[in-house]
Each structure stands twice: as C-alpha cells, then as structure tokens.
C-alpha cells in the first residue's frame, strides 16, 4: 500500500451487454480511497454506484483499466487468489441485515469464520464476535434469533459481522435504505463512531442527509465521476 | 462456527421440507428394502427346506413299455422295480454317501445317522410310489399308490385345500385340477377298478401331474391294480443339505440293475437361479423406482436453490468458496438421505411383513441391522447425487447475480 491507499482505480470502465447492444456502466473511473477514509458515493438510479462498489470488492471484473485492492492488483487473479484477496481486504453491509434466522446474533457475526480464519489476534473467536456486539451496542442480545431484533438491532449485527475478518475496507450498499430515519441516524452515528476508529468505509446512498455523514462525497451520473469532494464538515483524518 | 454446524441450523429451520425431500427417498428405498428383505428371508426358507429335506433322486425303471406322454411327465407305468429290491438300492446309496463324506471329511456314521461331526442327519426317506392308468369319472387318469408318511417328506409342498389327507386304504385324495374337471369334493365314492374309495381331501394345486392324479395307499394301489410287490417309481430325499446324492446316482445307475437313477440336484440349482433371476428384475424395477425418486429429489432441491439466492448471495459475499458452498449443500443432502433411509428401513421392514407371506408360504421375515446400514447408505447415495448438481449449480452463481436479490 502506497501512503496509506487501500484500493486504487485506474482508469476503470465497465461495458455490459444489453439486449445485445454494449452499455457502458462505468468509464474511465479513477479514484483512490486512503486508509480511514469515509467515502459516501451519490448519484441517480444506473449511475454505476453498485457496479463501482462491486468492482471495488473484487467481485465484478472490469472491461479495462486496473484495480489494486490492498496492494494487490486483482483484475488478473485467479478465482483462488482473488476470494482469498477478498476475505482478507473486504466486508460487505447490505440494505437489509441479511441475517441467517436460524443463527443467533452472535453466530451470525461469527459466520464468516465458517469459511476462513480470521486474523491472527490471540483472541477467541466468540470473545471476538461478543465484543464486537458489545461495540454495536448488542452486547446483552447476543442470544436472540433475528426475529426478536429490530430492523436497526439487526443492521448493527450484520455490521458487526462485517467487522469479524478485521477488513481493510467496509462496503455498505446503502445501509439505511431499510430503516426508519432515527434508527438510519443511528446507523450512521455507528459508521462515525467506527470511522473515527479507525476503519474505512465505502458507502453508497442516495440520500444527501446520509452521505453528510461522509468524509468524502463522489457524485457519479452516467458512469463517471462528475465531483469528488471532501465534507469540510469534518477534518478528514490524517491516518497513514 | 463450521459449515456443518451452519447446514444443520439451517434445516432445523426447514424440518418440514427436509421431511418431505426424505420421504421422496424413504418411499423408494422403502420398496427396495422390503424387496431385499423377502427375498433374503424366503431364499432362508428354499436354503431351510434344503436343508431340511436335502437335495432328492429318483429312481425309475428302465422303461421300455410306458407311452411317451407320461414319460414326458416322468411317469412310467408298465414297467417296475420289485419293491424286495429297496433294500439293496437303499445300501448301495448308503455305500455311495458314506464314500462321498469319507472324500469331502471327517464322518461320524452312526446307527440311522449319518454327516460331519456336529452336524449329524437323518437316513434318506426313500417313498415308493406305484403308478396305473385308469379311467375314473369317464376320464382316464393316473392312480398313485403312495407311503403316505413318507411322501409327505419327500413332496414337502404337498397340502390339503379341503378334507383332510387318506389315512385307511379304502381312502383316496385327488388333484385340484381332476377335482374341478370331475366335480369331485370330500365325501365322494370313487371306481378305482372294482374298489368303492372314498375321497377325503383335495390336493392344493401344485402346478404338477399331481394336480390331475389320484393318490391312494400304495397298499391299495396295488391292490386294486393286481400289482403286488411292485413299484413304478423311488423318490429318494436326502434328509441333508449336502449330501452327494449324484455321486449315489451314480453307484446306483452302476450297481442295480433294470432302474435308472437321477439326481435332481440340477433342478434345484435351476429353481435357485431362476428365484435369483426373478429377485434381480424386481431389483431392477426397484431401482429404477429409486432412480425417479432422486429426480423428485433433484427438483425439489432446484427449487430450493432458486429460493435460497439471497442465502447464497449471503453465504458469498461472506467468502464461501464453490466448494465451501458445494459442501453446505451436500451435509443436507447427507441429512436427508440419512433421515429417507431410515424411514425407508422402517417402511420396507413394515412392507415386507405384508409382501413377504404373499409370495413365500410359511415364510419368516427376519430383519437384520445390515438392511438398516444398507438403507441409509442407499438412502444417502440417492440423495448426494440428487443434489450434486444442484450444489455445484448454486456454487456457481455468480455473486453480482446473487448479489441482486440481497
């Protein structure tokens, strides 16, 4: 990682067949995301915000240009090399929680580990996940079945779980497009809280409400980037 | 958390569905299995009459007079064994057993017993049987004088439908099919010759020339028919499963002259493959009926599959590779053919009592626990291939398409 970069794109640009005719959803996308930052991506419906999150997870090819995502240049990767880039780099926080409903809030935060091992930390991996609650402000509910959560309660849990693997990068889909404005507000206090901790977060919204919460904000329309902005609301933290 | 762990929570939460995936697999494993256990339990019971009553011989005349068409039924009247000849033919199969044993082992020859150690048997049961023709009824058939006692062993399959069997001789029982033709029932006078007999029972058909034959006392027969001292025929049963009844054919055919003898253990054989033959289609008509199942079964977890995008999409996004998503698919898989085979067993076990003593008289169902094991490996092995398409379908699902309904 080059000055704290986590994931980089280069000249980015993504072509999908539509009724057999090309249709370009990104183009020549450039873009940079620095540790710690705290990106919310705008623009109107098929501006290519969720295919530009796909991308930045590793989980879209690109038709041309090159991405590096923790240093690490994986638009050649083998499909191997590539899930192993992704499970080390990347989490994903959905509109909806997304939670198993046969798991508790504590094994669905512990569900990644189901398919790697996290990071060597020395912790215990349900000490973990329990604390990681604890930080969501879920530490008494970690019994509950999905069912006995709130749409909020739940959303914190999926961000917990998020949190399990210790990514470099957080992409959240829009993350409150499912909640009432107070708990989306509180969603979003979470996202400050856990941004000024330290962890890097990608978000894309369409409500300019929620990406005031943002460090950075980057309009796109038609598959380019038409602003990137940084939020002088805030200081944007220096973490290198 | 292990992805085991995470594919039972996720059926706990499906009982219902994986209950009725199972008994997709149970009903044709089921079938299978009640199969498998009938023809086990009813090849004991052909192995225990063996056994039991040993391969048999029959000693003929040499026949020079008898009409061809009885002698296509291995019937032969006109010519005869003097019946002060058993005894000779009976130490010459003696002889010709004790020397089979003595090259096969050790033999213990007792007084009226003979066999390897441990195991020892009962003498031979040789019936005598004389054969005439006849005309009863306006029909012409065949009377055979017959040892009662002894050839109730001999034709161990011999039963009485109505009546009861002869027991004096002015006695007779006939063939279910004479009876039907003749309108004969229990408590009819029938001619033999210049004799009045009663009728005291109908045989049980036997799909034989039994069925249109008359049987009476050999006493009687000969008797009636002026033919003392004479037999026509010597069906001879072993009393032991392996006694050498060929090689005593053999000495038989070598030693006394004027009769032939034939060992029948070919047609024992012949009877076993065929047994073994009808077992194997109905197998195969089974299996064909456990092959559609797993169709059901592929269906039903297609299905599923198409319902379960957002789980998978899930399941993805949180790095589950294709074959961490294959595995997921496949415990589920292993738990539904676990449950069908075992559901199976206990249907088939249930089927077979039904099944069983319709196809084999006297039969006794006996259920091991390897048909239990055979069950939930089968149950199991229909139910992996069932799913392995679909498993490897859902792992690859693209995640961006998955992606879409989360």
């Known amino acids: 990682m080059v000055n704290g970069t986590i994931a980089d794109l280069r000249e980015v640009s993504k072509i999908y067949p539509m009724g057999g005719l090309p249709v370009s959803a990104l183009n020549k996308v450039s873009m940079s995301i620095k ?32 991405v590096l995502l923790g240093g690490v240049k994986i638009d050649n990767l083998s499909e191997k090399a590539l899930l192993s880039a992704r ?55 970690a019994s509950h079945l999905p069912h006995q959560l709130s749409g909020g309660e739940a959303q914190r849990v999926s961000i917990a779980r998020a949190l399990m693997n210790d990514p470099l990068l957080v992409l959240a889909d829009e993350p409150t497009g499912n909640l009432d404005s107070k708990t989306g507000e509180e969603i979003m206090d979470l996202f400050r809280t856990l941004n000024n901790e330290g962890l890097t977060i990608v978000m894309v919204t369409h409500d300019p409400q929620k990406a005031s919460h943002a460090r950075r904000v980057i309009r796109l329309k038609d598959g380019e980037i038409m602003e990137d902005v940084t939020n002088h609301k805030f200081s944007i933290c220096e973490t290198t | 958390m292990k992805i085991y762990q995470v594919a039972l929570k996720e059926i706990g939460k499906r009982k219902m569905r994986t209950l009725y995936t199972s008994f997709g697999i149970a009903v044709a494993v089921s079938m299978l299995i009640s199969v498998m256990i009938t023809a086990s339990s009813g090849q004991k019971e052909v192995f225990n009459v063996i056994a039991r009553y040993g391969h048999s011989l029959t000693i003929t005349p040499v026949d020079k007079s008898s009409s061809q068409s009885l002698k296509n039924f291995g019937i032969g009247t006109g010519s005869y064994i003097p019946e002060s000849a058993l005894p000779d033919i ?54 055979g004088g017959v040892v009662l006692e002894k050839e109730l062993i001999a034709r161990f399959w011999w039963d009485i439908s109505d009546g009861r069997f002869m027991e004096n001789d002015n006695e007779v029982i006939v063939g279910k099919l004479f009876a039907t033709l003749t309108l004969t029932k229990p408590g009819d006078t029938l001619d033999l010759g210049n004799s009045k007999m009663i009728v005291t029972g109908i045989l049980r058909e036997t799909d034989s020339p039994d069925d249109y034959m008359v049987f009476t006392s050999l006493k009687a027969c000969q008797t009636i028919f002026n033919k003392q001292g004479k037999i026509s025929m ?119 009592h039904i099944v069983g003593p319709i196809l084999f008289k006297d039969i006794v169902i006996q259920i091991s626990p390897r048909f239990l094991v055979i069950a939930v490996l089968l149950g199991t092995l229909a139910s992996i291939l069932a799913s392995i398409y679909p498993a490897v379908y859902a792992s690859k699902i693209r995640v961006t398409e998955a992606f879409k309904s989360l």
């Open chain 2, 90 to 143: 009976l130490n010459v199969y003696q002889d010709a057993i004790v020397a089979g044993w003595e090259k096969m082992g050790a033999l213990i020859f007792q007084e009226g017993t003979m066999g390897v150690a441990g195991a020892a048997f009962p003498p031979p049961t040789f019936a005598p049987r004389l054969y005439e023709e006849t005309t009863v009824k306006g029909k012409d058939v065949i009377v």
């Open chain 2, 234 to 352: 010597i069906n001879v049963r072993a009393m032991c499963p392996k006694c050498p009844v060929g090689e005593a054919a053999v000495e038989i055919n070598k030693k006394v002259l004027g009769v032939r003898a034939t060992s029948q253990m070919e047609i024992a054989t012949a009877q076993s493959q065929i047994f073994q033959k009808t077992t194997a289609l109905i197998v195969s008509f089974v299996v064909a009926s456990l092959i559609i199942s797993c169709i059901g079964v592929f269906n039903i977890i297609m299905g599923a599959i198409h319902g379960r995008m957002r789980e998978i999409g899930l399941l993805k996004a949180l790095g589950a590779s294709k074959n961490q998503l294959i595995r997921f698919f496949l415990y589920e898989a292993v738990l539904i053919g676990v449950t069908g085979g075992v559901i199976g067993f206990v249907l088939g076990g249930a089927l077979s």
């Open chain 1, 35 to 66: 540790r710690a930052e705290y990106i919310a991506i705008m623009g109107p419906s098929g501006s290519g915000k969720s295919t530009l999150l796909n991308i930045l997870g590793g989980v879209d090819q690109t038709s041309h240009g090159e």
């Open chain 1, 87 to 141: 499970r080390k780099t990347v989490s994903y926080i959905f509109q909806e929680a997304r939670l198993l409903s046969s798991l508790t809030a504590l094994e669905n935060v512990m569900l990644p580990l189901a398919f790697y091992s996290s990071k060597e930390s020395g912790v215990k991996p349900k000490d973990r996940a329990l604390a990681l609650l604890a930080k969501v402000g879920l530490a008494k509910r």
